[in-house]
């Protein structure tokens, strides 16, 4: 990073975009500029800065002080009082009373390791991931230790993949190690579709480079010398970082042939998906990437021995990538302290809906979804109680409150017979009926069904049609059961994770609020129920 | 047609000449026709470059929702409507977008300006409820905010 007594760090995202932000960026240079700060302030292009639903955000470090909604007519005032005389503008600062407020406390209650450099350091500037001790892993790991070492020191770690199922990652990296065809590769799932999760979008904005070191280290250990990185069609600014970010670390020696002057050769190429939540499961995301429909394929055999183009393949989300560089760098005894003993490390949650504070949060392991959302969350809006939540995204659990001291971690989650998934947290105060949430989840299980298996695209089919005779008030008595029934077929006859994930929703939505089910089956139509069943046509409008 | 021929010949020399290509080619080729969608040239256009049979083009072509082998609008506006937008409120949306494009989900307008979609989440969540015009994110909708979105496209951006 230049030296500069003041970095003015401005968040650029979609929010942030939609919010004018160029605008703003140009009005500070030229603020800076006008009072001759230049030598001093550095103002700095970053990913997000983790803060949702305040328009522009800008945080001026070292002071710690964050700016909400600044505009382009705002850049003179902070850089002359803030800037030049050492007075923060107190209208723009986000309000100092409630947690939202103190976006600097609340990121002190968060574990920041994957996202320790997003908004941090420009996303853009290679140089700034080197300064901060980025490339260190990879380097050491090519030059100081055996592919061997680094596999154990990722089994050591405990490491296990952040994309939802939790699979140990050094197990899966050593099956490809000893697997018997030479050609390998690895390939990051960047399909981020889980509903309520845009975790792997702010990794890819705010630091690609972590993300290409990780997948660096991965071939090296695996022996692969391709990449590739599958993003979603609509990631635009993703695509466009990530690429930019291979171009310069190719051009400084650090992936692409001889690594570090080294033997080892590894090259990392970005193809966009193209509309498709089924390509997030690993094997219809390699039929994806070798120009075919995503068709999940029939396990086993698994990717690790006949993944793309039948090789062996590593697949990694993008998050699980991320985690790599620390836990060589800092090593697997110091990862262990964070975290739970059988899963170590952190995880990026996205806390949303009705709470007072929206947005993305890392946290160690084992967080209770209690302190997710009172403290990094915010709470609820005042005078507000809450309903339920939905953890996991739309293949997640319905939980009730008395759920909330429910540990967030593979293992605690899974023996309340609920899934940590993506890390997706969709908080519902009273105000939301869980009928009706549950219908936009079988909607978006219909519309994202492959086709492929009967079980799931008939299922779907069916669970929608029975969502809505309770939506409507035309369920009867066999309506509840009917539910159980198809999900629990889908869960064990369906071919692939997506199928067999609905029982999840729609199980726990039933278990955990029944009085609200009765409701419906008594014919008692809620306010939201009613504007569905009005925009979908299913009532007279 | 010769002008056009060109212009595709040149997006096809951009892409490998193998099957993994498929994707990005087809992304590309309905990028340059300005209804949005792939013609039944461009479909063969890129069986024969990437070296698979036609069948296999289209089965990709169809299976994809970005994809259209129908003329769209000149933009496309894909409304979200997974559970953190439908609790933020994307039936407002879609009830302003449908009064103000005279269209229902699926449909384009008269002046083949735009098409109407609903779609999965797009990963903007933070900005619930959220919808793409092509490539730029529009979030924290509200009727206002869905009309001066439209209206703004509607001038040329």
Known sequence: MRLARTHVLVGVDDEARLAGVDAVLAALREAVSQFDLAGEVQVVETGSLGISGHGVVIAVQPDGVYYAGVTPGDAREIAEEHLLKGRPVARLRLPTTAPVARPAEVLGRQTRLVLANCGVIDPERIEEYIA??????????????????????????????????????????????????????????????????FKDRLILEGDPHKLLEGMAIAGYAVGAHIGIIYIRGEYALSIARIERAIADAEALGILGERVFETDFSFRVEVRPGAGAYVCGEETSLLES??????????????????????????????????????????GPAWYRTLGTPTCPGTKVYTVLGHVRYPGLVEVEMGTTLRTLIYELGGGLLPSRSLKGVLVGGAAGAFLPPRELDARLDFDSLAERAAALGSGAVLVMDESACIVDMLGSVLRFFRHESCGQCTPCRSGTEVLVRLISTLQTGQADETTLAQLIQIVDAMRVASLCPLGQSVALPVRTALAGFQDEFATHLAGRPCPPCAATARALGWAPR | ???????????????????????????????????????????????????????????????????????????????????????????????????????????????????????????????????MIDDEVVGNLTPERVRGALARYRRGR
């Open chain 1, 289 to 330: 990437l070798e120009g075919k429909r995503g068709w999940p394929r029939i396990r086993p055999p698994y990717p690790v021995t006949h993944g793309l183009w039948g090789k062996p393949t590593v697949v990694n989300n993008v998050e699980t990538l991320a985690n790599v560089p620390d836990i060589l760098r800092r």
């Open chain 2, 1 to 131: 047609m010769n002008k056009e021929q060109t212009a595709k010949d040149a997006i096809v020399a951009r892409h490998p000449r193998s099957p993994e290509a498929l994707l990005s080619l087809l992304h590309d080729l309905q990028t340059a026709n300005a209804r949005n969608h792939l013609t039944a040239d461009d479909l063969t256009l890129a069986a024969s470059h990437v070296g698979v049979p036609l069948s296999v083009v289209r089965d990709a072509a169809t299976f994809y929702s970005m994809f259209s082998l129908v003329p769209r609008g000149q933009h496309i506006i894909r409304l979200c409507e997974s559970p953190n937008c439908h609790l933020a409120g994307a039936w407002s949306a879609l009830d302003e977008l449908r009064r103000l494009l005279g269209v229902e989900v699926g449909e384009t307008t008269a002046d083949g300006l735009f098409t109407l979609e609903l779609t999965s989440c797009l990963g903007a969540c933070g900005v619930a409820p959220v919808m």
């Open chain 1, 132 to 197: 901060v001790g980025g490339y260190e892993a990879l380097g050491r790991a090519v030059t100081e230790m055996t592919p061997e070492d680094v596999i154990e020191a990722v089994k050591k770690a405990g490491l296990r993949g952040r994309g939802g199922a939790g699979f140990p990652t050094g197990i899966k990296w050593s099956a490809v190690r000893t697997a018997s065809d030479p050609e390998r590769y690895v390939v990051c799932n960047a399909d981020e579709g889980e509903p309520g999760t």
